[in-house]
C-alpha cells in the first residue's frame, strides 16, 4: 500500500504520499475480500453443519410437509400474544396513551437516540474543556427526554409496560443512569473514574433501543442468535485447530537453541 502512494507514472522516482486515493483502494479491496471468503467459508460451514445435524436428529425420515407442519407448531408456541393498553376513559391518561403510542413520538425518541450516539462520538484527544463542558450537558439533556419518555409510558401502561423486555431495559438504563450521576455530583472522597465510565457506558447501551424500533434490526439479530449454535460449534473446531498447531510447534522448536 505505501508503495502505491508513492508511485509517480513509468520509471519515475517515487514521492512520498503523490496518491493518497490508492489507501481507500488497496483497504476496500483488503476488508471486500477478506469479509467476501470468510462469509464464504462460515456460510459453507454452518449449510454443512445444519445438514448433519438434520442428518443426526432422524429429520430425513419426514416428509417435507411433515416437517413444514412441526416447524410451523414450534413457531406457534413460540410466539407470544402482543401487549396493548386500551383506552380507559379518563381523560389525561387517555390522552397519554395516544401520545406513547403515536407514530411520531417513536420517530422523536428514534431521533434523540441517533443525536445522543452522535454526541458521544464527539471526543478527541486535546478536547476543548468548554465543549467538554457543553457535550456534558447535551448527554444530561437527552437523559432527562429518555427519563420523560418512561415516566409517560409508566403512567399510560402502568402494569404492562414491565411486560416488555425492552421497557425493562430502558428503564433500568434510565435509573442506573442518574444514580451514577447523582453518586458522582455527592464529591465523596473516592475515585469517580470508575461511575464516569459506567455512565458512559449506559449511555451508549441506548443505542440497543435502535433494535426495538427497526424492524430490519431485529431480523439480523434474530438470525444471528440462531446461528449461535453453528457459530459455536465452529469456532470450537478453530480452536481444536490452534492447539493442535501449537502443540506441533512446541514440539519441533522447543529444543531450538536462541542464536544471532
Given at each position: 500500500m505505501n508503495k502505491m502512494q508513492?508511485?509517480?507514472?513509468?520509471?519515475?522516482?517515487?514521492?512520498?504520499?503523490?496518491?493518497?486515493?490508492?489507501?481507500?483502494?488497496?483497504?476496500?479491496?483488503?476488508?471486500?475480500?477478506?469479509?467476501?471468503?470468510?462469509?464464504?467459508?462460515?456460510?459453507?460451514?454452518?449449510?454443512s453443519f445444519n445438514h448433519?445435524?438434520?442428518?443426526?436428529?432422524?429429520?430425513k425420515l419426514l416428509k417435507k410437509v411433515e416437517q413444514t407442519w412441526i416447524e410451523t407448531l414450534q413457531l406457534c408456541y413460540s410466539a407470544r400474544p402482543s401487549i396493548t393498553t386500551q383506552l380507559t376513559?379518563?381523560?389525561?391518561?387517555?390522552?397519554?396513551?395516544?401520545?406513547?403510542?403515536?407514530?411520531?413520538?417513536?420517530?422523536?425518541?428514534?431521533?434523540?437516540?441517533?443525536g445522543n450516539t452522535i454526541s458521544l462520538m464527539i471526543k478527541w484527544t486535546g478536547q476543548?474543556?468548554?465543549?467538554?463542558?457543553?457535550?456534558?450537558?447535551?448527554?444530561?439533556?437527552?437523559?432527562?427526554?429518555?427519563?420523560?419518555?418512561?415516566a409517560?409510558?409508566?403512567?399510560?401502561?402502568?402494569?404492562n409496560y414491565f411486560r416488555s423486555a425492552w421497557n425493562k431495559f430502558d428503564f433500568s438504563v434510565v435509573v442506573l443512569t442518574w444514580c451514577v450521576v447523582i453518586i458522582?455530583?455527592?464529591?465523596?472522597q473516592f475515585?469517580?473514574?470508575l461511575l464516569g465510565m459506567i455512565a458512559r457506558t449506559l449511555r451508549i447501551g441506548r443505542i440497543f433501543r435502535l433494535v426495538k424500533r427497526i424492524p430490519a434490526i431485529q431480523i439480523i439479530l434474530q438470525?444471528?442468535?440462531?446461528?449461535?449454535?453453528?457459530?459455536?460449534?465452529?469456532?470450537?473446531?478453530?480452536?481444536?485447530?490452534f492447539f493442535l498447531y501449537s502443540i506441533i510447534g512446541i514440539s519441533q522448536f522447543a529444543f531450538v537453541m536462541i542464536s544471532d
Open positions: 508513492n508511485s509517480v507514472g513509468v520509471d519515475k522516482q517515487p514521492i512520498m504520499n503523490n496518491a493518497g486515493y490508492y489507501k481507500v483502494y488497496a483497504i476496500a479491496t483488503q476488508i471486500f475480500i477478506t469479509l467476501l471468503f470468510l462469509n464464504l467459508f462460515i456460510g459453507v460451514v454452518i449449510e448433519e445435524k438434520d442428518e443426526l436428529s432422524l429429520n376513559n379518563k381523560v389525561f391518561r387517555d390522552f397519554m396513551i395516544k401520545v406513547c403510542d403515536n407514530k411520531k413520538f417513536d420517530n422523536f425518541i428514534l431521533c434523540c437516540i441517533v476543548d474543556p468548554v465543549m467538554l463542558g457543553q457535550l456534558e450537558i447535551v448527554n444530561y439533556v437527552y437523559s432527562s427526554i429518555f427519563t420523560v419518555e418512561a409517560f409510558k409508566i403512567f399510560a401502561y402502568r402494569r458522582m455530583s455527592l464529591n465523596l475515585d469517580v473514574s438470525t444471528l442468535l440462531e446461528a449461535i449454535p453453528a457459530i459455536s460449534a465452529l469456532g470450537l473446531l478453530l480452536g481444536l485447530l
